[in-house]
């Protein structure tokens, strides 16, 4: 399977999704939570520690919302943006999990250098829809303002109009600022089904395991009673050989315990945390995907409406033309500002849920040792 972020461990694998694309009703709680004001906090300590200090006096009395909202851009590599919210970190995560291996079942081993792939994948995805945002917000800035100076009551002069003229019919041929999502809908894809396939195995493996820990707790009370018979016996067999007997058995169950049953059980219950970040991780990629899809026809239907204007610019009825592209564009203008906003917040509690879902994962390996 291809691997989208590097790691040294093998494999490759993205919180819980809302049904609803009416995102901040649910999340307005999340967002006054403690446990996502530290996150808040860490992502500005990323960006100031990358230059964001350095910004215009202008630019840092900004609102708190415009910051949070620009915070991603400020990093020069996307790749390390999501490297340094990734909690444990793939470093740390190689490391335990290599230590890890003499404890672990060597099938549980794999599953779970895999899910720490697969959610490092999604990580990146995240970071890069992160990235498609700041390029949307970049272009929609001068393009409206190009349409507000249409329908100012100072008109622009005619050498003015001319250059607007140019500028709309440019952005009507390129004005598609998904750039990743449109030229690599491949790679989303991929770790889509990754998550996928990566939650089906670690379900059959639970399933496995689960029968595993059912018959070694059956073996262990057959065998208590079979203490129980063997006791009874004394009365017919000769205590000498009784003793032995049940020296023997009495030693059985009590290692038992040891070696496969509490083995197996932690096994049970890595794969069972595992298995849960997955199927958040793989309903959190479907709202992502449907919120991408919802802005990308906002943004078709804009494009729609340029390149009218662009096969009218030299009609007579241009000047009307253009108006109605600007009205329309001022209507959706505050519903397209909030889809904006609402991938974007949805991103970010993407990070926050991996994180949490890497921790408890991490949890459960550690109780081995």
Not at 166 to 185: C, D, G, W
Not at 203 to 213: G, M, P, Y
Not at 216 to 239: E, H, M, Q
Not at 348 to 365: D, P
């Amino acid at each position: 399977m291809h691997v989208l972020f590097e790691s040294a461990v093998d494999g490759v694998v993205i919180p819980i999704a809302s049904t609803s694309f009416n995102l901040r009703e649910e999340y307005a709680s999340a967002f006054r939570t403690e446990s996502y004001n530290e996150f808040w906090a860490r992502v500005l300590d990323l960006t100031l520690d990358h230059g964001a200090a350095l910004k215009p006096s202008h630019e840092s009395s900004s609102s708190s919302s415009s910051s949070s909202s620009t915070a991603a851009a400020r990093l020069p590599s996307y790749r390390l943006f999501a490297e340094h919210l990734l909690d444990p970190d793939q470093a740390t995560i190689t490391e335990i999990l290599a230590d890890a291996r003499k404890h672990c079942h060597p099938e549980v081993h794999f599953l779970l250098s895999e899910y720490y792939s697969e959610t490092a994948n999604a990580s990146l995805l995240f970071s890069l829809i992160l990235k498609d945002i700041e390029r949307i917000r970049a272009r929609y800035r001068p393009f409206k303002a190009v349409l507000r100076s249409l329908v100012s009551d100072n008109p622009p002069p005619q050498h003015s109009i001319q250059a607007i003229d140019k500028y709309l019919a440019e952005v009507s041929k390129t004005f598609n600022p998904f750039h990743f999502l449109a030229s690599s809908q491949r790679q989303f894809r991929m770790v889509q089904g990754g998550s996928a396939d990566l939650l089906k195995q670690l379900e059959a493996s639970r399933k496995k395991a689960k029968a595993k820990l059912r018959l070694v707790n059956w073996l262990k009370r057959a065998f208590g009673f079979s203490l129980i018979i063997i006791t009874a016996s004394t009365a017919v067999i000769g205590a000498l050989i009784v003793v032995h007997v049940l020296m023997a058995l009495v030693a059985l169950p009590a290692l038992l315990p040891v070696t496969m049953s509490s083995r197996v059980g932690r096994a049970v219950a890595q794969l069972d945390v595992a298995a849960k970040g997955t199927y958040i991780l793989n309903r959190d990629l479907d709202t992502v995907s449907r919120l991408v899809a919802r802005l990308q026809d906002e943004v078709e239907h804009v494009a729609t409406l340029l390149r009218m204007c662009e096969e009218e610019r030299r009609r007579v009825r241009r000047g009307r033309l253009v108006q109605e592209v600007v009205r329309e564009v001022q209507r959706k203008d505050v519903s397209f500002r909030k889809q904006l906003d609402e991938l974007e917040e949805h991103l970010y509690l993407c990070f926050m849920t991996i994180n949490r879902a890497r921790r408890m994962v991490m949890t459960e390996v550690l109780c081995v040792k």
